[in-house]
């Protein structure tokens, strides 16, 4: 048997099975002559490869973990084999890199290692929570912290930048060598205070060369609140032959919460399987108890359904959500969930949608979900994600909303004037595709479209997802157009909008003139914001059926101006 060894970041003894021996890695550079290098330059990694027994006739495919691979040749170096391959990848992130030796065009042994790599002139900030107190991120305590914030950039003492992360970020420095550069948290979900570092601020320096980038951390630690914030996510997905809803549940405090989610599925379908199985059925009604959510511990409901009768691409399906409690949530308006759904044809474990769908106004706020799936016969150690995001965004606005794992975020340009977003998931571990409870994963995150947008410009987007050392998978491609009107839309009062039935007793009905409203809110007598919607169409149905009974206001705003109106909840 011939067996490969392997030179990549630092020494490892890696176990291939009883007859393999030991594969070792070291990343290593040569020297540089600084003053022949620009400082946007650096060296790739280089991975030095042995074979035990040199033999003419060998190869090594090494697969890089970016969805690029390629065969290399190694000499006769006193009877083993030998090789030195270097490799730039675009973007720093968690990569994992498979090493295969061939020999008579049969694959004879194979290498797996994972290779942290980073850009020159990058740093990498990430949040944790600090549980023993002692400012140290210690990996066998502590636990990487994923929830939405945001991150200012101060450059010089000048602020340049302020970044939307869940988990953490890359950042690519653009000033001169020398400059220092501060990262400071400027929003942090209620119930949570930074720890570390005691000065409150990170501060990095961009150095001419970069090559061993060290992780900088920022500790979290809850502090005593009777508020919370629980928010439901939802990716809901129908075919001709199936339909699937995921519901993300997350609370940004780390005080746990019970709540209940409530779902009406459409009766176009019938319930097959749900993980974890629903607390009650009551016909097309679903209802799960759920216990002990906060920011260290996310809910994640997948259901399965089956159509009773023939399903056809086309059909619309209209499906809701509603997440409920005792009291306390300091924001309600995230706590329902609308979803008016188009039948597919073709089912695609690993798929991207957009909220609102279709035609919209310039200026709209567009949310998308890029959702995966491990559907191989192993673990994904790593996994990332590469979003070319379109031209008639403002990457300015861009939020991330929800992840289901710890993620890496950053914004890249890809040399041709085009901005793509990275979401890196490091050491997911994510189950393959037996466990169906555990082997989806999911970023959400929201962005705003330019203004002033021509009628009729199509805002397409995809995303390419990138599983440990495999080929990438491209999503479906979301698309929206800026509506094109059909007829001229008197702009204020004159817009038109309808709400039935009056009373309510569980769905409201709002009808509006096409493209005049985008936004809507309910309230109560007091002011409370109990429900905050996008307007996606014409008729524009919401949920009110767990609200108490009483009178409310329903507020809806966009082009045609801001328009209220009363209905009554039985």
Same mark, same amino acid.
């Given at each position: 048997?011939? =067996? ?94 498979? $090493? ?19 850009? @020159? ?13 002692? @400012? ?32 953490? !970020? ?25 720890? @570390? ?16 980038? %060290? ?38 405090? !780390? ?54 009768? !023939? %399903? !056809? ?68 150690? /790593? ?63 929201? +962005?705003?479209?330019?203004? $002033? ?26 698309? /929206? ?30 009808? +509006?003139?096409?493209?005049?409203? $985008? /936004? ?11 429900? =905050? ?8 149905? %919401?949920?009110? =059926? ?7 206001? +329903? ?16």
């Amino acid at each position: 048997m011939r =067996k490969i060894y392997a030179y990549l970041i630092a020494i490892f003894i890696l176990c291939i099975d009883s007859s393999t021996a030991r594969a070792q890695y070291t990343i290593t550079y040569a020297s540089v002559d600084t003053t022949q290098i620009v400082d946007s330059t650096c060296h790739p990694l280089s991975m030095t490869l042995y074979t035990d027994v040199y033999s003419a006739g060998q190869s090594i495919e090494t697969s890089w973990g970016d969805g690029t691979k390629n065969t290399s040749y190694p000499v006769n170096n006193a009877g083993q084999g030998f090789l030195s391959v270097p490799h730039s990848y675009y973007s720093p992130g968690t990569y994992t890199i498979k $090493n295969v030796l061939i020999y008579n065009q049969q694959r004879i042994d194979s290498v797996v290692r994972n290779a942290g790599y980073y850009h @020159c002139r990058t740093a990498n900030i990430f949040f944790y929570f600090d549980a023993n107190s002692n @400012c140290e991120f210690d990996s066998l305590i502590d636990n990487y912290a994923y929830f939405p914030a945001r991150v200012e950039i101060d450059s010089s003492h000048v602020a340049i930048d302020t970044v939307s992360v869940t988990g953490g !970020l890359y950042y690519r420095f653009s000033g001169q060598t020398g400059t220092v550069y501060q990262f400071k948290a400027i929003s942090l979900p209620d119930g949570l205070q930074l720890s @570390c570092p005691l000065i409150d601020t990170i501060i990095d320096t961009a150095l001419y060369q970069q090559h061993d980038n %060290v992780p900088k951390s920022l500790g979290v630690l809850a502090v005593p609140t009777p508020n919370f914030d629980l928010a439901a996510n939802v990716d809901v997905r129908a075919y001709s032959a199936l339909a699937n809803a995921y519901v993300f549940i997350s609370n940004s405090n !780390l005080n746990a919460q019970n709540a209940t989610l409530t779902m009406h599925f459409s009766p176009k379908y019938q319930y097959s399987v749900a993980y974890p199985p629903p607390t009650s059925i009551n016909g097309d009604t679903y209802t799960w108890n759920l216990t002990n959510i906060s920011a260290m511990n996310p809910g994640n409901i997948y259901i399965s359904f089956i159509p009773p009768t !023939l %399903v !056809l691409p086309g059909d619309t399906i209209l499906t809701s959500y509603y997440l409920s409690q005792l009291g306390g949530d300091v924001n309600l308006a995230n706590n329902t969930v609308i979803k008016c759904d188009t039948v597919h044809a073709a089912w695609d474990p690993n798929h991207k949608s957009v909220s609102p769908q279709g035609d919209i106004t310039a200026g709209t706020e567009l949310e998308y979900t890029i959702e995966f799936e491990n559907v191989g016969n192993a673990s994904a150690q /790593n996994i990332h994600i590469m979003d070319t995001l379109s031209d008639y965004v403002l990457t300015s606005t861009l939020k991330v909303v929800s992840a289901s794992a710890y993620i890496n975020t950053m914004l890249l340009n890809d040399g041709a004037g085009h901005k793509v977003l990275k979401f890196d998931f490091p050491g997911i571990n994510l189950p393959d595709t037996s466990h169906h409870d555990s082997c989806r994963g999911h970023v959400i995150y929201s +962005i705003q479209t330019k203004p $002033n947008l021509i009628p009729g410009t199509y805002i397409p987007n995809r995303a390419g997802i990138y599983f440990d050392f495999n080929d990438v998978v491209m999503t479906n491609t979301a698309v /929206n157009k800026i509506g094109i009107p059909q007829s001229v839309t008197t702009i204020g009062n004159t817009s038109s909008a309808t709400l039935y039935p009056n009373p309510a007793t569980d769905i409201l009905t709002i009808k +509006i003139n096409a493209n005049a409203f $985008n /936004n809507l809110e309910i309230n109560n007598t007091i002011g409370q914001l109990l429900i =905050k919607q996008k307007v996606t169409q014409a008729d524009t149905k %919401v949920n009110v =059926k767990n609200l108490p009974a009483g009178i409310y206001t +329903i507020t809806l705003k966009g082009d045609g101006g801001t328009k209220t109106l009363k209905f009554e909840k039985l």
